[in-house]
């Protein structure tokens, strides 16, 4: 049974970084795509960044472009985002997710999903 799991949630303030992980178990890793997913109070969850199964295709949301990096390590069936220059609106619940392709709307394409780790972003 697949089982995803996130860390490095946190409260930080604007301007701040922090990098969140992902572990998982039970799938073929190296065989996902893999990406985040973010969801905001009062809005809905949505895919904002992923990344292709050799770590060469990635994909970034507008709103994170530039700021967020996603990278992954095969080895370690780990998957990562450095979130630099942390915004108020970046406040919300990030979930790492195995999907079947990366790309603009991979947030449809979700096989398995973990529970999520929070990040709070105080101005």
């Known amino acids: 049974q697949a089982q995803i799991g996130e860390s490095g949630g946190d409260t930080v303030q604007a301007g701040g970084s922090l990098r969140l992980s992902c572990t998982t178990s039970?799938?073929?890793?190296?065989?996902?795509?893999m990406g985040w997913l973010r969801q905001v109070p009062g809005k809905e969850r949505e895919g904002i960044t992923c990344i292709g199964w050799k770590g060469r295709l990635t994909y970034y949301e507008d709103s994170v472009k530039g700021r967020f990096t996603i990278s992954r390590d095969n080895t370690k069936n780990t998957l990562f985002l450095q979130m630099d220059n942390l915004r108020p609106e970046d406040t919300g619940t990030y979930y790492c997710?195995?999907?079947?392709?990366?790309?603009?709307?991979?947030?449809?394409?979700?096989?398995?999903r973990g529970q999520g780790t929070q990040v709070t972003v105080s101005s």
């Open positions: 997710a195995a999907v079947r392709s990366c790309g603009k709307y991979f947030d449809g394409l979700v096989d398995f």
């Open positions: 039970g799938l073929k890793f190296d065989e996902y795509a």
